[in-house]
């Protein structure tokens, strides 16, 4: 009869317990929580690079009939994308989502031969484009992206808000990163159709080839200041991108759709690309070298050797403070 009792009591506290703790669920709005998590980020993208390579490795890219015909589609950009010609200063080679700007030591913005940019496409979830719009961090710092700029460029109908980019001012840097919020009216007035959201892949829909080898941009490798190494991985740290790896000081992170390695060194003079990993359309072995650029296809895969770029071009990069205007 006892045990019976007890048996009983134990029952009802468990009961009790459980009745307590559906209660407490019940008050949770498990949902909401999640969408409050999802939406207090910026989606991280990677958009296109650009690098400042020297006379003879733009030649090269450049020359009728040569490398870039078979490798991929290039342009002189907007607001047509002219196909290029012998006396262009700054070319844009096609991928399918990312693109690499490539300029010449004659480059309009008078950009040194090294000096080198990664561009992030942000987006906030829940929210539609407007010159308001912040990127979420996960920490708030006054030092990191406060910086603002609105690129706006000319096209048929007039001149169009492209994208409003965030960035952290480095005087005396030569890698430059940024992160931007794009406007889908843009695509609206370059392709005189509706677009609700912006897609890389639909600015890119007129110029990418996807006969000819590249594809799209996988992994990018940098060589680091102090300054820079802590800059870059500061920003990436409060977007949220992951860290996938770390080999002593160098971090491997996860940078939108791309992994982005950053290696420190105290010794260097400037931040420079050391090599740009991308995918390729379909399977093809070679060696290329053009100038100070060696470019490597394994396989489906492209590694784009610059070391050579910025050890034959290092004495001209001391003190590199020019800031562009576009991004």
Not at 239 to 258: F, H, K, P, S, V
Request: charged share 20%.
């Amino acid at each position: 009869m006892f045990r019976s009792i007890i048996i009983i009591l134990i029952l009802f506290v468990v009961s009790c317990k459980q009745q307590k703790s559906n209660e407490y669920d019940a008050l949770i709005d498990k949902d909401k929580i999640k969408e409050l998590t999802e939406t207090n980020r910026s989606d991280v993208f990677f958009n296109h690079l650009y690098i400042v390579v020297d006379s003879l490795t733009y030649a090269r890219l450049i020359e009728n009939g040569g490398w870039h015909e078979v490798y991929a589609n290039f342009d002189e950009g907007l607001p047509n994308f002219n196909p290029i010609n012998e006396n262009t200063s700054t070319c844009y080679l096609r991928g399918h989502q990312h693109y690499i700007e490539i300029l010449g030591p004659n480059n309009r913005y008078n950009e040194p031969v090294g000096k080198s940019g990664l561009g992030f496409m942000l987006e906030n979830p829940k929210e539609h484009f407007h010159l308001g719009l912040k990127p979420k961090m996960k920490k708030i710092k006054d030092s990191l992206l406060y910086a603002s700029e609105t690129v706006k460029m000319p096209l048929k109908n007039g001149e169009e808000t492209w994208f409003k980019a965030f960035y952290t001012p480095s005087q005396g840097t030569a890698i430059h990163t940024w992160y931007g919020f794009y406007n889908p009216a843009f695509l609206d007035s370059l392709y005189q159709d509706k677009h609700y959201t912006y897609d890389r892949k639909v600015f890119l829909k007129n110029t990418y080839d996807e006969n000819r080898l590249f594809n799209g941009i996988s992994a990018i490798e940098l060589n680091c200041t102090l300054n820079d190494y802590f800059r870059i991985g500061q920003e990436l740290a409060n977007l949220r991108c992951n860290l996938l790896e770390r080999n002593g000081d160098t971090l491997i992170i996860q940078g939108g759709d791309i992994k982005v390695t950053l290696s420190p060194s105290s010794n260097l003079e400037y931040s420079h690309i050391s090599k740009i990993h991308c995918d390729l359309n379909h399977s093809e072995n070679s060696t290329t070298h053009l100038g100070n650029v060696v470019i490597t296809n394994n396989g489906n895969e492209s590694i784009w050797d610059l070391n050579q770029l910025h050890k034959n071009n290092s004495t001209n990069n001391n003190k590199l403070i020019y800031q562009r205007n576009d991004l």
